[in-house]
């Protein structure tokens, strides 16, 4: 029978406090001490155990890199709450190309050579030292596998053919020409090519060299033809090309079948350092690959894998589908169990038998080629890489395999997701998780926030960016590696400094709101490791459903477990307010809210118990996201709020003047401004206001006559309205925190807030954009160069000498340096500044 039990419990939130200590954690550092892991999910949300830490993809960008920037590098991950990065090293700069940028102040640094071993030594040293995890790509690029130490004999391999039409004939002689290949390699992407000066496919002289027969088959020259009339001619080809041979009547094609390299190149990569792709399909070329790159990993770092270098990445897979290797003849016999070569025409366009027996070649040949990816490529990276006490960690999608079944050879399997045009935009992403979830996996890492130029000009913001960790979130992402952190070689006066180019999100350590952003880091902590905790529930149409939905917030979840413990993320992955009923499938305990942008947590009073199911009345801000948790008995009389979401009364609105002081050193006035009334940055009338970039401290001081003696605390809150784009908040000396998300407002501590004399102090940071803009009012004083794909975009030409000198710029209002370039003098400014209105609010 069907029943109906109503609770409203009262419980004020300053009476319900999580409890936690210090305590051991798993940690993904092997040098770390490891006890017992800690169950207890509170414990684990006040204190994130070292799992939950998020990881950077660390980009060396080529020759311009040095020791000092990468221990400040370090440092500033680890203050910053981060506890992994894993390089790559690519060319200069990526256009979205490899290309180089000209007179480099260190261009002896060449990926995977003495004096870059060198930096990568003092990395992991570094790493050790501050107990983080450091890994890198397998070779000087993020595609694929190989490098210059692959010849054209280990190399990815293409079947490859030529023809000549004869008539059937006694004692027909005849020269068969190699096959002739474009001598441009399938590179799936062009480079800059230093010897020509272009952005192509370069040539690869192999191609034009190598070459190896596989078979001579002469088939009729029309028509369907059957396996039985291909005739195999190997044995009568000579080595200078003469054929020799008694044809029977009739037309005939005569194909003479071998095999080159792909000339696929790694990229991208610097110039000197990019190589072939090794073949994947055959054990002497991966081993040959591995051998070299664990080899050279132990004579450079020896003493300190396991410790200062822990991991080796493979990226997801660009470089092509190859059609050969050289024992491609009897892995297909073997695992076919019949002879592939009079099926070979089927290559060259021909149809061999009937349209069900070369569909069926097709296919078998397809599924080799995904057996040998298997069995050779990832079996030995899993293996090799295990024996010399590494980690495999790899995106395991892209390429011709069966993904289902090389993840389990995967050590640590990530997925990703990018930010498209501000939305969320997984990339193989939901096929990866259900594979590890079916492989009983807990840990999903995933690259996360990869942009391009139309997502990322220096303008994003952690408010931007939260909506869409959430969604990766409730798709199953339990650990987030950011997209990306580029080594900054330089000193602090070249900001924003050294970019990937055209890709990624701007995690930098030179980022406007890098300090004030470890609240965001926070964030992720605490839902990394409330999402790593217990076991996922795969959900069902029953497990979650929403009623009564107001507003526009758009809710997506996700739903753990652990004994008597149920704890669901639900996040409003819109950028508008909303509210719903919000039903789980969860009964006879009482629901709480754990904020995890505040690290508190707090009883519901209003929730419904019917068949089975508790359903709770949620608001939600805009991209704002809470852990809802059932994990005690719901039979207690409590006191306190009799609603989930008390209403917000006005107290009173700041309408004192400000005293606002911008850093000089970027541009900004060297005496504070007077603001009468909050305004935008960037409709000031001064240009240090207007185009300033970087973080600006707004200091007033305020009366609150409203404040009276109740027989009931009252809880008092400042709300900054609008913010543009970070706010550190000091009221009368005491730090509340920062506040980079909705809903914009910051509890006041109980007996802070005075009737009379109130200071306040908001540090409010914008982005790099107005900065950057600025600088292109000034006469220019570097060169740059169009990027290849993105409309309006530069690159760096050269260093220029003032920079190489390191003497004064002569643009002398010009502030930023950087090494890609979205703007130009006209383009739109990003609202700056705190906007407000600056209320004291009270709950009701």
């Excluded at 260190?106 to 995977?112: K, N």
């Amino acid at each position: 029978m069907s029943h109906s039990l109503v609770r409203k419990l009262q419980l004020s939130a300053a009476c319900f406090f999580i409890a936690a200590q210090a305590s051991a954690q798993i940690v993904s550092n092997p040098s770390a001490t490891s006890t017992r892991p800690v169950t207890d999910p509170a414990k684990i949300f006040a204190n994130p155990p070292e799992s939950a830490k998020p990881g950077v993809l660390w980009m060396w960008m080529g020759a311009n890199l040095s020791a000092e920037g990468i221990t400040r590098d370090l440092e500033a991950l680890k203050a910053e709450g981060f506890n992994r990065t894993t390089m790559f090293s690519l060319a200069d700069i990526t256009t979205p190309w490899a290309c180089e940028i000209g007179k480099s102040p260190t261009p002896e640094i060449i990926s995977w050579t003495g004096p870059w071993w060198k930096l990568v030594r003092h990395a992991a040293e570094e790493s050790k030292r501050l107990g983080m995890d450091f890994g890198m790509f397998n070779g000087p690029s993020y595609e694929s596998s190989g490098g210059v130490w692959i010849t054209p004999e280990l190399s990815m391999q293409e079947v490859c053919w030529s023809k000549q039409e004869v008539a059937g004939r006694k004692g027909l002689q005849l020269t068969l020409e190699k096959p002739k290949v474009n001598p441009r390699g399938k590179t799936p992407f062009p480079v800059y090519n230093p010897g020509t000066g272009l952005v192509e496919k370069p040539e690869i002289e192999a191609r034009k060299t190598y070459y190896k027969d596989i078979a001579v088959l002469a088939v009729p020259a029309s028509g369907v033809v059957s396996k039985e009339q291909v005739i195999n001619l190997s044995s009568k080809l000579k080595a200078d090309g003469q054929l020799a041979w008694d044809a029977p009547a009739g037309n005939w094609t005569i194909y003479r079948f071998g095999h080159t390299t792909t000339g696929t190149l790694i990229q991208p990569a610097q110039w000197k350092a990019a190589g072939l792709e090794c073949d994947k399909m055959s054990q002497t070329a991966v081993d040959f690959h591995l051998d070299h790159v664990v080899g050279e990993i132990r004579k450079h770092l020896g003493d300190l894998i396991g410790t200062g270098f822990t991991h080796v990445h493979f990226d997801s897979y660009e470089a092509g589908t190859p059609t050969w290797t050289p024992k491609m003849r009897e892995e297909f016999a073997a695992r076919r169990g019949y002879d592939l070569t009079p099926f070979l025409p089927l290559l060259a366009g021909r149809t061999i038998g009937s349209k069900q027996d070369s569909l069926k070649f097709r296919n078998d040949f397809k599924a080799t080629i995904q057996d040998l990816y298997r069995d050779v490529y990832f079996t030995t990276i899993s293996n090799k890489l295990k024996a010399a006490n590494l980690t495999f960690l790899c995106e395991p999608y892209g390429g011709p395999w069966r993904q289902n079944e090389v993840m389990p050879l995967v050590h640590n399997v990530m997925t990703e997701f990018w930010t498209h045009k501000g939305q969320y935009s997984p990339y193989e992403l939901e096929p990866t998780v259900a594979a590890l979830r079916k492989s009983g996996q807990n840990l999903i890492e995933a690259e996360a926030f990869t942009g391009d130029p139309s997502d990322s000009k220096w303008n994003e913001t952690p408010a931007w960016l939260k909506p869409m960790g959430d969604a990766a979130f409730c798709d199953g992402v339990n650990r987030m590696v950011l997209h990306r952190f580029v080594q900054q070689p330089w000193d602090d006066r070249y900001q924003p400094g050294a970019t990937m180019g055209q890709w990624g999100t701007h995690f930098d350590r030179t980022q406007t709101w890098w300090k004030p952003g470890k609240a965001m880091v926070e964030y992720w902590q605490r839902c990394q490791a409330l999402l790593q905790w217990g076991r996922i529930v795969l959900p069902d149409k029953q497990d979650f459903t929403t009623s009564n939905a107001q507003g526009s917030a758009s809710l997506k979840f996700i739903h753990r477990n652990q004994a008597d413990t149920d704890i669901y993320f639900v996040a409003n992955t819109a950028r508008k307010a909303g509210s719903a009923s919000c039903s789980f499938k969860v009964a006879g305990r009482r629901p709480e809210l754990w904020d995890p942008v505040t690290g508190s947590a707090r009883l519901l009073p209003q929730f419904e118990e019917k068949d089975g199911k508790t359903t709770i009345p949620l608001d939600f801000e805009e991209a704002q996201s809470f852990f809802i948790v059932f994990r005690t008995a719901a039979n207690q009389p409590v006191t306190g709020p009799k609603v989930n979401f008390p209403s917000q009364q006005e107290v009173t609105v700041l309408r004192t003047p400000w005293q606002v002081q911008f850093d000089p050193a970027w541009g900004g006035p060297a005496k504070p401004v007077a603001f009468a009334k909050l305004e935008d940055w960037t409709t000031n009338a001064e240009p240090g206001i207007k185009y300033f970039s970087g973080t600006a401290s707004y200091q007033t001081s305020f009366d609150v006559a409203a404040i009276q003696k109740t027989a009931k605390p009252v809880d008092f809150y400042l709300d900054l309205g609008t913010v543009k784009h970070v706010a550190r908040v000091m009221l009368n000396k005491k730090d509340l925190g920062v506040i980079w998300t909705a809903p914009w407002r910051v509890k006041i501590p109980a007996t802070l807030l005075k009737r009379k004399g109130n200071q306040l102090a908001i540090e409010v940071t914008n982005v790099w954009a107005n900065r950057l803009i600025g600088d292109e009012q000034e006469p220019a004083d570097c060169e740059w160069l169009p990027g290849h794909l993105a409309a309006g975009s530069f690159y760096l030409k050269e260093f220029p000498d003032w920079f190489l000198r390191k003497q004064p710029r002569p643009s002398k209002g010009r502030y930023c340096f950087t090494t890609w370039n979205y703007f130009h003098k006209d383009s739109p400014l990003v609202a700056s500044g705190l906007l407000g209105p600056v209320r004291i609010t009270k709950e009701e």
